[in-house]
């Protein structure tokens, strides 16, 4: 196999490598989706009405023949009685609802149609209000418990907030400072099993009900890997990309071949050999090389994959497609050049009068699709570093500039036991701990600002807060630890809340919380941090007493070599003993949530940047065959040009002209197509901040001249040979 074969044969086999790896990722996801389904069975359909509807107008859908059966969700309704210690959330449900979700007993019964007061408990209701013992017979609220559900996995979405549910067929209520019923069922969600095809359920349903939403349970376990999906996806069509890419360098490596060959091809003409002849032995080379390339493709990818996959590769039909895929693109980047070889005139081939030079329309095409292969390299490659600028922009305003050791200590967000109630006492508790070095007390409270007296949240921070350095100011400064300690009026707003209310300059400006006077001294981004801080303004701790009632929490720094995990257990122990009979804190690490969404974007990136280093790869390669090819069309006149005087300077330019005007036409169209996808593809990955252009112009001229110079790089043959050995070869 020759050095020009295996150019091919490598450029094929990368393609094909990546596309087997973007399967093995797609097919991955697939199968966790289909793992999570199959306890529920693939015939059940998840539907939401407008409005509630009572069994008597739903009758239609369970007669339906698509149908086999129906089951009923209605409202979330959350009760604090008086006299209990838990908030509990009950769910009223249609009999048969344990039975359509498959929902497992871990004991007693399941509803039956002429129940009455009864309840189903899920296991961490069983567990936070019975402990070890069985409730089976006993009451809550007046409703016998009959049965208590085993407890569902956490990432089961659909069924898993059972385990905090207690479902009842009649809906309770308040009534008279104790718990009452509504005993007219009404339901909004349903559950839907069909009959054959979930497709034809839907279009049956659809038709009784035009105002039905409905989407299938694999589509409901697949949201929160939706984006995953989308990156495979992407990936998977960017390989194709580069397939096609290959397509090109293999074109113009058997076009190179034909050129070099032209006397050979003679001789066989001479000697008989048919143009049908001569047609099949280029095209089962080409056919050869993507086979070969393909082969290895796979034997690599699979090796990659099972890397990826913590030695475990996710195979899927489509795989089986990929050596066909490679050999229609071989077969057809192998007939221009085979046309072109079996259409020489055995004269003009022993005479070296090749066709190449008589082909404009062929060579101005031959151009054009190394610029567009370089053109897809550099666009790949900008969207790339686009994509990692913003991210690592977005992530850094998350939580500016902490780290891992940074916690977050509160009150749960649900919980079945009351919330414990933490206060501003409850610093000494935490700073007793040897592994903590800072703590930073914070209220939150919603406030009245301004003169309208708009609701905005507020949050009253404490002195170590400049240590944290927990947001990154945009627009004037932070607050200090003097200010802080000394009470000062001022405040830092969040951009959202600048932007919401249409402020142009608001550093400097006073703003009015609860009839007090703050200045405006900075503003901070908020990007995502409101997910887990959401406030649009920040105040020193002394004026807490604006807050009267606002929910305390608590920002802790771990020393240098403290054991995380026990250190939140000892935490979350000590508050369960200071508020026995409550629900536990939650600590957390700050962190945790940056690097979920670091693993997110970088995963994005890393797919991107794959496809697009591969491109990149291949297109310097088409580059560098481009320039071989010409250099070989033109061997005798630039052997002509050297026995007459011509420096090799001037041969030099010559080829680093070729190279230069593919590089630079290239890489233009690839930054403009860059640029202008960037916007599209910040936004599907929630990214708001594009980077500045102008480095990535800068990083576009650097990669013209790196194509230009890798390009030109075939000239040395040419300046290294004699002009005799230039003029012999080019007559041979």
């Not at 509630?52 to 369970?62: C, N, R």
């Not at 007390?441 to 921070?461: C, D, H, K, T, W």
């Amino acid at each position: 196999m020759t050095g020009r074969n295996a150019r091919g044969i490598i450029g094929v086999a990368i393609a094909a490598a990546a596309l087997f790896i973007g399967i093995s990722l797609r097919e991955g996801v697939q199968q966790d989706i289909a793992r999570l389904v199959s306890p529920l069975g693939n015939d059940l359909l998840f539907a939401s009405y407008p409005k509630e509807l009572t069994p008597e107008e739903i009758k239609g859908m369970i007669d339906l023949p698509e149908v086999s059966a129906v089951a009923g969700q209605g409202r979330y309704t959350t009760i604090l009685t008086p006299e209990s210690e838990y908030r509990i959330t009950w769910l009223d449900v249609s009999p048969n609802f344990p039975d359509v979700l498959r929902l497992s007993l871990a004991e007693g019964r399941t509803f039956r149609p002429d129940d009455g007061d009864v309840a189903i408990l899920g296991w961490e209701v069983k567990e936070a209000i019975f402990g070890d013992r069985s409730p089976i017979g006993e009451y809550l609220e007046g409703r016998e418990i009959i049965v208590v559900l085993s407890s569902i996995p956490p990432d089961d979405i659909v069924r898993e907030g059972n385990n905090r549910r207690v479902l009842t067929l009649s809906r309770p209520r308040l009534e008279g400072g104790g718990m009452g019923r509504d005993d007219t069922a009404r339901f909004r969600y349903f559950y839907i099993r069909t009959v054959g095809s979930t497709e034809q359920a839907e279009r049956a349903l659809s038709n009784l009900y035009p105002d039905l939403s409905i989407i299938s349970i694999a589509t409901f376990y697949g949201f929160p890997l939706h984006d995953i999906s989308s990156l495979n996806q992407v990936m998977i069509v960017s390989a194709i990309g580069l397939l096609l890419i290959s397509g090109v360098l293999l074109a113009i490596l058997l076009s190179l071949a034909t050129l070099r060959r032209t006397h050979e091809i003679g001789i066989r003409r001479a000697v008989g050999a048919s143009q049908a002849r001569i047609f099949r032995l280029f095209l089962a080379e080409g056919a050869r090389i993507s086979l070969l390339g393909g082969g290895i493709g796979i034997g690599a990818g699979f090796f990659a994959s099972m890397a990826i996959g913590s030695g475990k590769v996710a195979l899927s039909p489509l795989h089986g497609a990929i050596i066909p895929l490679v050999l229609i693109i071989g077969l057809i980047a192998s007939t221009a050049p085979a046309i072109r070889a079996s259409g020489l005139n055995p004269a003009d081939a022993l005479a070296q009068r090749d066709l190449f030079s008589r082909g404009r329309w062929s060579s101005m095409t031959t151009h054009g699709l190394v610029i567009l292969a370089i053109a897809f390299a550099v666009g790949g490659l900008i969207l790339v570093a686009n994509t990692l600028t913003a991210s690592r922009r977005q992530i850094d305003s998350i939580w500016g500039d902490i780290d891992a050791r940074t916690l977050l200590i509160r009150a749960p967000s649900e919980s079945i036991l009351l919330k414990p109630e933490l206060t501003l006492e409850d610093e000494g508790l935490i700073e007793s701990f040897s592994g903590i070095e800072l703590t930073v007390p914070f209220l939150y409270q919603r406030l009245p600002v301004g003169e309208e007296g708009r609701s905005v949240a507020v949050a009253a921070i404490g002195e170590g807060y400049p240590d944290l350095h927990l947001l990154e100011i945009v627009r004037g400064r932070d607050i200090s630890r003097e200010e802080i300690a000394e009470g000062s009026s001022i405040c830092v707003m969040a951009d959202s809340y600048v932007e919401k209310e249409g402020i142009n300059e608001p550093v400097g400006r006073s703003v009015n919380i609860s009839g007090r006077e703050f200045k405006v001294i900075g503003v901070f981004a908020t990007s995502m941090t409101r997910r887990e801080f959401p406030i649009d303004i920040v105040i020193p701790i002394a004026h807490r007493d604006l807050l009267p009632i606002g929910e305390c929490s608590f920002f802790t720094r771990a020393k240098e070599g403290a054991n995380l995990d026990e250190l939140k257990s000892e935490i979350t122990e000590a508050f369960k003993v200071r508020y026995p009979e409550r629900a536990k804190v939650s600590v957390s690490s700050i962190d945790a949530f940056r690097a979920k969404l670091a693993a997110f974007f970088n995963g994005a990136a890393a797919r991107l940047g794959l496809i697009a280093f591969v491109a990149f790869v291949l297109a310097v390669g088409e580059a560098v065959s481009l320039v071989r090819f010409i250099l070989e069309q033109r061997k005798h006149e630039l052997g002509v040009q050297r026995a007459v005087g011509a420096s090799p300077l001037r041969i030099i330019t010559f080829a680093l002209r070729e190279s230069a005007l593919n590089a630079t036409l290239g890489t233009a169209l690839g930054l403009a197509i860059g640029l202008a996808l960037t916007p599209s593809v910040l936004n599907w990955l929630f990214l708001y901040e594009p980077p500045s252009p102008s480095a990535v112009v800068v990083a576009s001229v650097a990669i013209a001249l790196l194509i230009s110079l890798i390009g030109a790089a075939p000239v040395r043959t040419i300046v290294l040979s004699s002009p005799s050995d230039l003029l012999g070869k080019g007559r041979e």
